[in-house]
C-alpha cells in the first residue's frame, strides 16, 4: 500500500507539482541558468502591459465559458435523445476518438472562405466564383474556435450524461413525471438531469479547464492577433531572448487565477439555475410538445460538420488539383500519400501512445490492487485529475526545466514522461469502476482453493477485466496521441509526432501533405478502440459469459 502510494506520488504528483513550482518562481524573476535571482513583480507588470493583453483576456474566458456552456446545453438534449437509442449512441465512441488537432484541421478545411462548404454552395447559389472576403476561420470573436471545442466536447459530456443516468431509474422518474402530464422533454429537464448533475460536475469543469487553455485547436481554429492567452504564453516561451520566459510564466500564472475564477463563477451560476429550476418547477407549467426534436437536431448538425470535417480531410489528402469554385477535386489520387514523409511521426506517435499507456494501465492495476489487497482506497484521488484541471502550458514548461535538472534532455524519454501525466488520469477513471465492481466470490472461491493474491491477479482479475481494460488501452492511445503541448515542450522540437507535425502545416500551403497527418493521427485511436473490441471477443471466444452473453 505505501510503495503503491510512493510511486504514484514519484511518478504523477511530483512532477505536476514541481512544473507548477518552477513556473511560478520563473514568474517572478528566478531563471535558472542566467543567474537572474531578483525576484519580483516586473513580470507581472510586463505581461500585463503588452499590447491586446485585455482582448486576449476576453477571448480566453468567450470561448473557454462560451464553449463549455454550450456544449453542457447541446448534450442535455442529445442525451435524452440516445437514451432509447442505443444503436445511435455507439457513433460517439467515433468522434470521441478524433484528436482535437485533426478535427481542428477538418473543420477549417470545411468552414474556411475556400473550404469544402463555399464550393458545395458555388457559384450557382453564391455567385462567387473567388472565395468570399469574409473571416470565418480565426475570426476575432472566436467562434470557430468556439464550435471546434464543441464537435469534441459535447459527445464527452453526453456520453458522461449516459453513463450517470445508468445508474438511476430514469425510465421510472420519465413515466411518472409523463403521468403528471408534463412534456418528455421537460421531465429530462427538470426532473432527470439536474439529478445526474452532481456526476457531470467534475466532467464540466475539466472541459472548462481545457476550453480556456486549448492551444492545438486555438493555433488552427482560434485569432491570432491578438491570440487567447494560452498561445500568446506558447509564443512567448518561444521567443528567442530567454528573458521572455518571465513574463511568459507569469501569464502562465494569470491564466491559472484565470481558471480558479471561472470555476468559482460556474459553481455560482450552479446555485443561480438551480433556484431558478426549482421556481419553474413550483409554478407547474407542463408544456404541450411531445417530442424531443431539439436531441435530433443537436446530432444532426453535429453529425453533420463531424462528416464533413472528415469528408474534406480525405479528399484534400487525394487530391491532385482542387480548384475554386470546383466542388471535387479534378483527380482523385494516392500519389500524394506514396511522397509524403507521414509514417516517422506516425510511428513515433504509436510508441509514445504504446508505451505511455502501457505505463498507465501497468500503474492504474497497482493502484487497485494496492487498494484490493489492504482493503483501504489510496488517499491520492486529487492526483488524477489535478493534471486535467490545470492548464497544462502553466506547469509543461516548468516540469521541462525540472527534467533538465535531473538530467533527462529533452527527447522521448521527456516526452513520455509528460505524456503519462495525462493519460494515466484517464485509464484510471476508466479502469477503477470494472475493477471495483468485480463480484468478490470468484476471488473469494479461488482463494478458497489455495491461490494466492498474484494467482488470483493472473488467472482470476485479468482475464475477467479483459475488456475494461482494452477500453482503458484504447482511451490511453486515444489521449497520447492528441497530446501537442506535452510533445512539443518537453520535446523541445526533437520529437516529431503525428500532433506536433499536423499544426505546424495547419496554416501553411501544403492542405494535402496536412489532411494525411490529421487523417493519420486520426486513425491511430480509431485502430486502438477497434483493437479494443476485437481482442476480447477472439481472447474469449470459448467463453460466452465473459463477452455477455448468457453463460
Known amino acids: 500500500m505505501r510503495l503503491a502510494g510512493a ?28 543567474g537572474r535571482v531578483a525576484l519580483g513583480w516586473n513580470g507581472f507588470a510586463e505581461a500585463l502591459a503588452a499590447p491586446g493583453i485585455l482582448t486576449s483576456l476576453r477571448l480566453t474566458l468567450v470561448t473557454g465559458l462560451g464553449a463549455t456552456l454550450l456544449s453542457l446545453a447541446a448534450s442535455i438534449p442529445l442525451a435524452r435523445w440516445l437514451m432509447t437509442r442505443q444503436s445511435a449512441s455507439r457513433w460517439l465512441t467515433p468522434l470521441l476518438a478524433v484528436p482535437h488537432a485533426a478535427l481542428a484541421i477538418g473543420l477549417a478545411f470545411l468552414i474556411a472562405p475556400s473550404g469544402w462548404a463555399a464550393r458545395l454552395i ?34 464527452f459530456l453526453t ?15 420519465m413515466a411518472a413525471g409523463r403521468a403528471l402530464g408534463y412534456a418528455p422533454g421537460r421531465v429530462w429537464a427538470r426532473i432527470v438531469w439536474p439529478q445526474l448533475y452532481p456526476a457531470l460536475r467534475l466532467p464540466a469543469l475539466i472541459v472548462l479547464a481545457f476550453s480556456l487553455s486549448v492551444v492545438d485547436m486555438a493555433l488552427i481554429l482560434g485569432p491570432s492577433n491578438p491570440p487567447t492567452l494560452a498561445m500568446r504564453i506558447l509564443r512567448l516561451y518561444g521567443a528567442p531572448d530567454p528573458a521572455q520566459a518571465v513574463p511568459a510564466s507569469a501569464l502562465a500564472v494569470i491564466l491559472l487565477a484565470v481558471m480558479g475564477a471561472s470555476a468559482a463563477l460556474w459553481m455560482a451560476g450552479e446555485r443561480a439555475v438551480a433556484r431558478l429550476g426549482k ?91 494496492s487498494e484490493d489487497r489492504s482493503g483501504k482506497r489510496l488517499p491520492l484521488g486529487a492526483s488524477i485529475v489535478l493534471p486535467l484541471l490545470l492548464p497544462q502550458i502553466g506547469f509543461l514548461q516548468g516540469l521541462t526545466t525540472g527534467f533538465l535538472w535531473l538530467g533527462l534532455p529533452p527527447g522521448p524519454v521527456a516526452v513520455t514522461w509528460a505524456e503519462l501525466l495525462f493519460v494515466f488520469p484517464y485509464v484510471m477513471i476508466a ?18 482453493l489455495g491461490a494466492g493474491p498474484t494467482r488470483r491477479l493472473l488467472r482470476i482479475k485479468l482475464p475477467m477485466l479483459l475488456g475494461p481494460i482494452c477500453a482503458a488501452a484504447a482511451i490511453g492511445v486515444a489521449v497520447s ?69 448468457v453463460a
Do not use: C
Open 7 to 34: 510511486i504514484m506520488t514519484l511518478v504523477i504528483g511530483a512532477p505536476v507539482l514541481l512544473g507548477a513550482v518552477l513556473t511560478l518562481a520563473t514568474a517572478f524573476g528566478w531563471q535558472p541558468g542566467l
Open 122 to 155: 458555388s457559384p450557382w447559389a453564391t455567385g462567387w466564383d473567388l472565395p468570399p472576403q469574409i473571416v470565418t476561420v480565426g475570426d476575432p470573436w472566436g467562434l470557430s474556435l468556439i464550435l471546434g471545442l464543441m464537435l469534441k466536447e459535447v459527445p
Open 481 to 549: 496521441v492528441a497530446q501537442y503541448l506535452a510533445v512539443l515542450l518537453p520535446g523541445a522540437g526533437r520529437v516529431q509526432a503525428l500532433a506536433t507535425e499536423a499544426v505546424a502545416l495547419a496554416s501553411g500551403a501544403d492542405r494535402r501533405l496536412a489532411a494525411i497527418l490529421a487523417l493519420m493521427q486520426a486513425a491511430l485511436p480509431w485502430l486502438g478502440f477497434a483493437l479494443a473490441l476485437a481482442v476480447p471477443t477472439w481472447w474469449h471466444r470459448n467463453r460466452r459469459g465473459l463477452r455477455g452473453g
Open 279 to 369: 421556481t419553474a418547477i413550483r409554478a407547474g407549467h407542463r408544456g404541450t410538445s411531445r417530442r424531443n426534436w431539439s436531441g435530433a437536431g443537436v446530432i444532426g448538425a453535429g453529425g453533420l460538420l463531424a462528416i464533413g470535417s472528415l469528408g474534406a480531410l480525405i479528399l484534400w489528402s487525394l487530391a491532385s488539383f482542387w480548384r475554386f469554385p470546383d466542388a471535387m477535386p479534378a483527380d482523385l489520387t494516392l500519389k500524394r500519400w506514396a511522397s509524403a514523409d507521414w509514417a516517422r511521426p506516425a510511428l513515433t506517435s504509436l510508441s509514445l501512445a504504446l508505451v505511455s499507456t502501457g505505463l498507465a494501465l501497468i500503474l492504474a492495476m497497482l493502484w487497485l490492487e
Open 431 to 448: 479502469l477503477a469502476g470494472p475493477w471495483r465492481a468485480l463480484d468478490p466470490a470468484h476471488l473469494a472461491s479461488a482463494a478458497s
Open 159 to 173: 456520453l458522461m450524461t449516459l453513463v450517470a443516468a445508468a445508474q438511476r431509474p430514469v425510465a421510472a422518474q
